[in-house]
Each structure stands twice: as structure tokens, then as C-alpha cells.
């Protein structure tokens, strides 16, 4: 197939009170090509994208579609160019299923009815959903699928629209190995059919999978276009962040004290958790490994009280503690960062100071008043300790880029100084070089003497960190491993060890 240019893009700048986004940025794309952006956390990838898609406006450059200079002044517009985008900070409506959020504002109606007509939309989002080969219901009501899943609805919706471009932000941020694979096949079927596929994305071993061209850049500023065959991630991270990083560190054997700071027996709860028990020290990183739907998050949600336990008992420092909600982990020195930032860790209309301090309010009160300013410089030192990218510390968290939302939601459960942090993904969307940071802070406060829990289900990361991994399967705990006993295969044994019982996922 000739390959035609799709998109080019020159001079793309765009300003936001005090942010200078994109200055000067040029992309271009071409049929049945798969071409990457990626740059640090705020380095303007979202906000060009956004562009493409009709949701910012662009304050200067010039945009082709196929060799014609165009306007996109709304989603609508880039919609019916045939430029369709999957947002990364998921964009449906909770309370809707899935077939009405794949063909939402393009629902069939009933003749002179207001009623959607489900029946059908359900037939079609079953079509799509089978040729795309995800397993999903299209009757499923999305709030109650897992982000995974609900990401793979943001999928079929953009691939819904049949146009020639489709834009990835980070799609498979919360996928897992598995679910990735389908989701490269998918990209593949795209790029046979002449498609153009923007990929934006942190993990940067997918790159080599899936991209055929990678253009860098950082600080809002274009850096280089490099055909993947003929580069390499090393000079990749040295372009985005302009030095180097050290990848690939197993923790030096640290001496853990015997010290047992929590001792969590047989929990289990309603629906999938089955008497897991587990002890941990102090001083300690405890890793938790598994599969997607292996019951890490649930076990994290059941400890902290934020869902039922049907059994089992959590005893801190030898003294058996009745936690029944999240404020009662909190009093008991139980922190919890949430996997799913947007519902549960941030308020976005909120400044980032607010956010800092929001789980420390009586520690920067004053007769029921709030310091401002010990708060303020609170908020400062994490910005420079976690490089969080913001003008300053009065900015609202919703204008932060989505790895720098993570970095105050982190931020905030430092400055908590909590002595068990449950950490719940905490990498997820962060770039390489801020990785690094935080696995610093993290090994630092295990250092200090807090107890760490970290789930991940980036591998790397939790050989890199763990002083022990637990694995977890259908529920289950399956094993307990030294770190120096550790490696990829023998967590994957542990985490498949009942994989025939693996719930059925809608
Ligand atoms: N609506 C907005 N108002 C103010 N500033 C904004 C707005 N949207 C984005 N920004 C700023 O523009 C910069 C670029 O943000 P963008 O979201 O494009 O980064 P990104 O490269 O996608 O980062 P990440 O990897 O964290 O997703 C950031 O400093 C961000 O805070
Ligand atoms: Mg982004």
C-alpha cells in the first residue's frame, strides 16, 4: 500500500497561565503507521493531542490533514475528520453500560422517543465488541468494571468511529501483560487497514513491540524524531530527560528488623478474598505481585475498612485493631494510595496545597483554622522533592498533567508521615527519570523505619524494591518470596498457581 501522510503538524505552540506547553512542537503521521510521543511527565504530550482532537485550541503552528491545512475547533469537528482519541484520564459515565458509552451522542432513538433504543445499540456494541476480541458485556454498567476493563471500553469507542487516526494516551497504563498483547493486536489490525495510530506511553519496552517511528519531546519542546528500528530505550530516556537514569537495581540486602509492625489474619470477604495472612516488619518494602484480578486492591480496600471483611483480623504493634472505615485506618497510622487516583485521592477543583495536607488537616490547624503558610511550604518541598511540573502551589490539581497528579497524591501520604503506607500502583503514569525518584523516597522512608506495602504489577519494579514479594492468586495468598530468591518465573508460578479458578471477568 502507498503510505500517504496523514497529519502533519508545525509549529504547534500553546500557553496556559504561566505554562508554556508546547512550544514550537512539528509530528506528522502516515498511513498504516504507528508513531510514538513520549517526554516526561508535563512534557506537553496530552496537551497536543488535545489539540488534535478539538478540545484545546492551538495559539499558533499548523495543522495538515492529508496535505490540507485545518481548523479543529471542537471533538466534533475532529470526529468527522476522522481523528478519534482515547483520553488518558477515562472520560464515561459511570452509571451508564457499555454499549451507551461507546455510542454516546450517537445512540439510535426510538421514533419521536426519547428512549435509547437498547436493544440494537447492545447488537452493535456486541459486533464490535467480538471483532475486536474483547471480553466484555455490553450490558456491563461501567462504574462497576475494573479500570482494565473500562479502558478497553474507551478502546472500542475510538476504534467505533472508523476514522483514519486514533490517538492513545497511555492506554495501557493499568493493563495488564495479557491484556496489553490484545490490545497490540488490535493496533495491528488497525495499521493493516491503513490506519494511523498515535501511541503515548511510559512503559517504554512497548515501543520495540508496537511503533514503527518515536518522536521526543520535553519541556513542552520537539527534541527528535527516531525510527524505532534504529535506536534504542537507553538513548530514548537520555533524549527525553536529558540525563541519565539508572534502570534495573535490585535493592542492596538491607537488615530488616524483626520487628513486626502488622500482623493481618485470615481475611476474607465476600466475594473473592480467602484467608490471607501475612506479617509485616518494620522497615520493611513488601512487594504484593499478581495478575490483575488476583485480589491485591481488594485485600489493600479490606485492611484500610473501605470494604467489608467477612473474617480475619488486623493487629498492629501485637494489639488487635478494629478498623471499619478508611478515617479509622488513618487514626491507626494506616495510609493508602489509592490505585484509581481520580475517584479516590484528589479533589481536582482543589489547589495542590490543599491536597498535600488534605490527610493532615489537624497538624496544620491552628483553632480550627488552617496555616496557610506552613502548608505552602509543605506543598513546595514536595514539588521539588517529587519534580512535580506546576507554576506553582496554588495551581488546581485538574490543570496538572496526569503523572504529576500522581506525584501530589504521593506527595500527600508523605507529608501524612503515616508509619504502614499502602501504596496502590504508585508508578502508574510516571515517567522514567520521576520512577526513579520515587523508588528513592520510597527505599528512603523504609530506611526511616515506615513499612511499606507496595502492589505493582510492573515486575521490574517489584524485584527492584521488594525486600519480600508476596504473591497473590483468585484471592488467594500463594506465596511469601525472600528477594533474593525472587525472579520473574517463580512469581509467575505463585501467580497463576490456581489459574483454572480465576474468576470470570464480564
Ligand atoms: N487546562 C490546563 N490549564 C493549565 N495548565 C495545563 C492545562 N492542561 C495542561 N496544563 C499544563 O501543561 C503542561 C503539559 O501537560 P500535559 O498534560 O500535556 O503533559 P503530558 O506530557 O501529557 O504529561 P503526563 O505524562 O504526566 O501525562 C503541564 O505543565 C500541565 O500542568
Ligand atoms: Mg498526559
Known sequence: MATAQLLSLTGVSKVFPGVKALDNVQFDLNEGEVHAIVGENGAGKSTLMKILSGIYKKDAGDVKYRGESVEIPSPYEAQRLG???????????????????????????????VFLDNPKLNDEAAKLLAELELNLDPKAIVGELTIAKQQMVEIAKAVSYRGSVIIMD?????????????????IRTLKAAGKGVVYISHRLEELAKITDRIT???????????????TSIPEVI???????????QRPTNRNISSEIVMKVEGISDRHLL????????????????????????????????????????????????????????????IGYLSEDRKRFGLLLIQNLTFNVILSSIPRFSKFGWLRIKPAAGVTRDVISQLRVRTPSENQFVKNLSGGNQQKVVIGKWLTRNCDILIFDEPTRGIDVGAKDEIYKLLTKLAEEGKSIIMISSELPEILRMSDRVAVMCAGRLTGIIDNKDANQEVIIEYATKFSDELPAVH
Open 238 to 248: 537520555s533524549l527525553m530527560v536529558g540525563r541519565k537514569v539508572d534502570q534495573d
Open 170 to 186: 497511555e492506554p495501557t497504563s493499568s493493563l495488564t501483560p495479557a491484556e496489553t498483547d490484545a490490545l497490540f493486536k488490535i
Open 83 to 113: 481523528i478519534s482519541i482515547i483520553h488518558q484520564e477515562l472520560n464515561l459515565m459511570p452509571h451508564l453500560t457499555v454499549a451507551q458509552n461507546i455510542y454516546i451522542g450517537r445512540e439510535n432513538r426510538r421514533p419521536g422517543g
Open 216 to 230: 521526543v519531546i520535553r519541556d513542552g519542546q520537539y527534541v527528535k524524531t527516531l525510527k524505532t528500528t534504529e
Open 274 to 333: 480467602r484467608d490471607v495472612s501475612f506479617e509485616l516488619r518494620k522497615g520493611e518494602i513488601l512487594g504484593f505481585a499478581g495478575l490483575m484480578g488476583a485480589g491485591r486492591t481488594e485485600l489493600a480496600r479490606a485492611i484500610i475498612g473501605a470494604d467489608p471483611k467477612t473474617a480475619g483480623t488486623v493487629t498492629l504493634h501485637g494489639k488487635e485493631v478494629k478498623i471499619k472505615q478508611p478515617s479509622d485506618a488513618v487514626a491507626a497510622g
